[in-house]
């Protein structure tokens, strides 16, 4: 229908528009494949929702591997050839955390992509898919001894220290084994990127990283990054492979990531110079925002890619330096809109509120919104509570020629904050045993998921060529009580 007269509800945020078409899957918020079909059902290469809820039930994570491929390629296709000529293409680093399993990681490794991960358990699931440790990297602010020796034995491209400490433990427990640690310095350059700007700040207040302001330390005069580049550059246990930052996440705009880049290779030219050292290597991290809402407007991987390489390309003959090999960990961009999570609706009902934003409304007059109680909520999706992250849903079971209603889809836990999509407009006939499914849920979903209320956490499908398949399974009753030592302990 349409729904162009239908006025927007007060009760709604500036930036949700009453959808021309309820029914329309607004690009670019879906995975490539998905679509609505003839019977007005959405479907994922031809797969009706309906059938993935009789096989798989709900809720469900539903993946297209053909998307995920895609997009990994993207990204390393466009920033190879943008930094063809400055330093022979990229090393892309899949940034596991966002969501990894061994299918996802045998994924990354045949795209031609390596593999970020952060924890041993993240390691675990790296060697379980058989993926070399070359192709491997170890972040995170607190490794411990087990982690750190378990990246030596499976021999890690690299291992990103984070602090002076930590530098300090690698290079004892490798030279203990008599083996060297190829290392990277995380450095917090003062950039940080938000959502539509970046602000930069001189000294750093956070737990990651060594602060590149100068008597940020005991050591009068030198920042912690330089007394690092120096105390790796002395350790005999450690390689010192280069520098890397990851300036935030959900960036669209490049403006960010050139200014770390810039303030990275000058002070990689000035630690070159300083110590005599080369530093071949040079991580600009993740970060790239991906469409959550119909107002996001992601920027292709390749216009990114090109503006970094002009950067990286005059500020390093402005430094008179050669450019290092570049590296860049993009999480989200790859996963995030590869999936959707498929619902089923539960309880609904309305509540009328006032309105205090619309000014001319007179006192007493309020607005519908409809509350529509999903099978799952922050237990499968905890952005929205963590980060107060605005998602949008459709009506995915069939189409509807009803009125757009503002509607809040809230999740079945016993928190009033447990809300998955704050505003969406959905038809007004939405009923009990629709299906609803939410876009770009691939990345810090499935990853942050609990148990919260003895929930059972959902499976993740992959669909290849018309066919669907677990490659994660759901969580059963059996599961949830198996690591409970029984009432015999008590
Ligand atoms: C989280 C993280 C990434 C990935 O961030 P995305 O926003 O998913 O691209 C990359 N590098 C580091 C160090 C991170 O912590």
């Known amino acids: 229908m349409d729904t162009s007269a239908v006025r927007s509800s007060p009760l709604a945020p500036d930036w949700l528009a009453v959808p021309e078409d309820l029914n329309a899957l607004q690009d670019p918020m879906w995975a490539a494949g998905v679509?609505?079909?003839?019977?007005?059902?959405?479907?994922?290469?031809?797969?009706?929702?309906?059938?993935?809820?009789?096989?798989?039930?709900?809720?469900?994570?539903?993946?297209?591997?053909?998307?995920?491929?895609?997009?990994?390629?993207?990204?390393?296709?466009?920033?190879?050839?943008?930094?063809?000529?400055?330093?022979?293409?990229?090393?892309?680093?899949?940034?596991?955390?966002?969501?990894?399993?061994?299918?996802?990681?045998?994924?990354?490794?045949?795209?031609?992509?390596?593999?970020?991960?952060?924890?041993?358990?993240?390691?675990?699931?790296?060697?379980?898919?058989?993926?070399?440790?070359?192709?491997?990297?170890?972040?995170?602010?607190?490794?411990?001894?087990?982690?750190?020796?378990?990246?030596?034995?499976?021999?890690?491209?690299?291992?990103?220290?984070?602090?002076?400490?930590?530098?300090?433990?690698?290079?004892?427990?490798?030279?203990?084994?008599?083996?060297?640690?190829?290392?990277?310095?995380?450095?917090?350059?003062?950039?940080?990127?938000?959502?539509?700007e970046f602000i930069a700040t001189a000294h750093e207040d956070q737990k990651f990283g060594l602060s590149m302001a100068g008597d940020s330390t005991a050591e009068a005069g030198l920042s912690a990054a330089e007394?690092?580049?120096?105390?790796?550059?002395?350790?005999?246990?450690?390689?010192?492979?280069?520098?890397?930052?990851?300036?935030?996440?959900?960036?669209?705009?490049?403006?960010?990531?050139?200014?770390?880049?810039?303030?990275?290779?000058?002070?990689?030219?000035?630690m070159q110079e300083k110590y005599s050292i080369v530093m071949p290597e040079l991580d600009l991290g993740g970060g790239y925002g991906i469409a959550y809402t119909?107002?996001?407007?992601?920027?292709?991987?390749?216009?990114?890619?090109e503006a970094m390489a002009a950067v990286v390309r005059s500020t390093c003959a402005r430094l008179g330096i050669k450019s290092p090999r570049i590296s860049i960990e993009p999480g989200r961009a790859i996963v995030g809109s590869t999936t959707f999570t498929l619902y089923e609706v539960g309880t609904l009902k309305t509540v009328r509120v006032d309105a205090e934003a619309d000014a001319g409304a007179g006192e007493n007059v309020t607005y519908p919104r409809r509350y529509v109680s999903v099978d799952g909520g922050m237990s499968d999706n905890a952005r929205p509570v963590l980060y107060d992250a605005d998602y949008s849903a459709i009506l995915a079971s069939r189409s509807s020629a009803a009125e757009p209603q503002l509607s809040r889809v809230v999740g079945k836990h016993c928190e009033s904050g447990d809300i998955v999509v704050r505003d969406v407009y959905l038809p007004a006939d939405v009923a009990a045993g629709d299906l609803l499914a939410v876009p770009g849920t691939g990345a810090y979903c499935w990853a942050l998921s609990s148990n919260y209320n003895y929930l059972a956490r959902p499976g993740v499908v992959a669909v290849r060529d018309g066919a669907a398949r677990l490659i994660v399974r759901g969580e059963t009753e059996e599961d949830l009580l198996n690591r409970d030592m029984g009432v015999a302990n008590v």
């Open 227 to 270: 007394e690092a580049v120096a105390a790796a550059t002395s350790y005999a246990g450690i390689e010192l492979l280069g520098l890397h930052c990851h300036i935030g996440s959900q960036i669209f705009e490049p403006d960010g990531f050139e200014l770390a880049a810039e303030k990275l290779l000058a002070f990689q030219a000035a």
């Open 294 to 305: 119909p107002v996001d407007t992601p920027r292709p991987a390749a216009e990114i890619a």
């Open 35 to 196: 679509e609505r079909n003839d019977a007005g059902e959405v479907a994922i290469d031809g797969i009706p929702v309906s059938e993935l809820k009789a096989q798989f039930g709900t809720p469900l994570f539903v993946m297209s591997e053909s998307d995920f491929r895609s997009r990994a390629r993207a990204f390393k296709d466009a920033f190879d050839a943008a930094f063809a000529d400055i330093c022979g293409g990229v090393d892309v680093y899949y940034a596991g955390k966002s969501f990894l399993c061994t299918a996802v990681a045998s994924w990354v490794a045949d795209e031609g992509l390596r593999l970020d991960t952060c924890s041993g358990g993240e390691l675990a699931v790296a060697a379980r898919a058989g993926i070399p440790g070359a192709k491997l990297g170890l972040h995170g602010n607190n490794k411990s001894d087990a982690e750190i020796n378990r990246a030596l034995d499976m021999e890690l491209g690299r291992i990103v220290v984070d602090s002076l400490d930590e530098l300090d433990r690698v290079a004892k427990i490798a030279s203990s084994r008599g083996e060297t640690a190829k290392v990277m310095l995380r450095l917090t350059p003062g950039v940080h990127a938000h959502t539509h």
